[in-house]
């Protein structure tokens, strides 16, 4: 059996991006992989599929501390898919839930936690989920907030933003690497650099280029249009919607803004996420 290695986010945060990446690293192609390839690499804790083997009654009929109960086997299946480590997307805090841990620590190895400005988050968000900003904003402020189950996805929760990212970033731990996604944006070699490190992967810096330049926004984006991309949301357009930074300033009123900052100053803060002004 091996061990996973968590790949936590709030959502809209860079997983996806992150996830493209070690693809392309750790498959070494000669031209970019298929961007629905991340899921046989790095699958989800909230896929249905893995709740349903192990359970034969219908997911409708599953209250709350069963599916709790479920996640912690249903993480030791996914681990047991390989000898050797495993990445695993998560969206949910390292937190208990429903009176047990949210996560088997007995087949987890680290985790790589990816933190986006959540004034920017915002705008991604709610164009994934097909809401309007503020009642986005609302739900980024709802401790403890739990994604309902649905389709192929299981019941999980996400908390609240501060509440997702403190418990992740909040104690250090040398199992544990923490990523913000405007340094990806703003120097990849440097942010992706030091994840390979984190890795312990052999120093390649032609691998790494390669592997960023077939990860790249927009050749994942232009995958999407051409192929699809089998984890967009039916809600909205595209899964990929910009992939910069900033674009709060055009997209959320001063009124909104301090909305967010009010709610989540104290990691806000943390990060250097706080305009100037608020």
């Not at 007995?106 to 936690?113: D, E, F």
Request: hydrophobic letters at 40%; a positive charge; aromatic letters at 10%.
């Amino acid at each position: 059996m091996g061990r996973i290695i968590w790949l936590a986010s709030y959502p809209k945060s860079g997983n996806t991006w992150t996830r493209i990446f070690l693809l392309n690293l750790f498959m070494n192609p000669s031209k970019p992989l298929s961007i629905n390839e991340i899921g046989e690499m790095s699958p989800s804790d909230s896929q249905l599929g893995w709740y349903t083997m192990l359970e034969s009654r219908p997911a409708d009929q599953w209250s709350l501390p069963e599916v709790a109960k479920l996640r912690l086997r249903v993480q030791e299946e996914i681990a047991g898919i390989t000898p050797d480590s495993i990445f695993v997307k998560t969206h949910s805090p390292l937190l208990p839930w429903q009176g047990v841990p949210a996560f088997n620590m007995n087949v987890t190895a680290g985790a790589i936690c990816i933190v986006r400005n959540p004034l920017d988050v915002v705008a991604s968000y709610a164009n994934h989920s097909g809401l309007d900003l503020d009642p986005m904003i609302r739900i980024m402020a709802e401790k403890d907030y739990l994604v309902p189950g649905g389709g192929e996805r299981a019941p999980h929760p996400i908390g609240d933003w501060s509440q997702n990212v403190a418990s992740w970033t909040a104690r250090p731990h040398p199992a544990m690497h923490v990523m913000r996604y405007e340094d990806m944006l703003d120097d990849p070699v440097m942010a992706f650099g030091k994840l390979v490190r984190f890795l312990r992967l052999p120093k390649d810096r032609g691998r790494l280029d390669k592997a960023l330049k077939f990860s790249s926004f927009d050749k994942a984006k232009k995958q999407e249009k051409t192929k699809g991309f089998n984890e967009a949301s039916k809600r909205a357009k595209g899964f990929f919607r910009s992939g910069k930074a900033g674009g709060w300033r055009t997209e959320l009123t001063p009124a909104q803004v301090r909305t967010v900052v009010n709610a989540h100053r104290e990691q806000m803060e943390r990060f250097g996420y706080v305009p100037e002004g608020y």
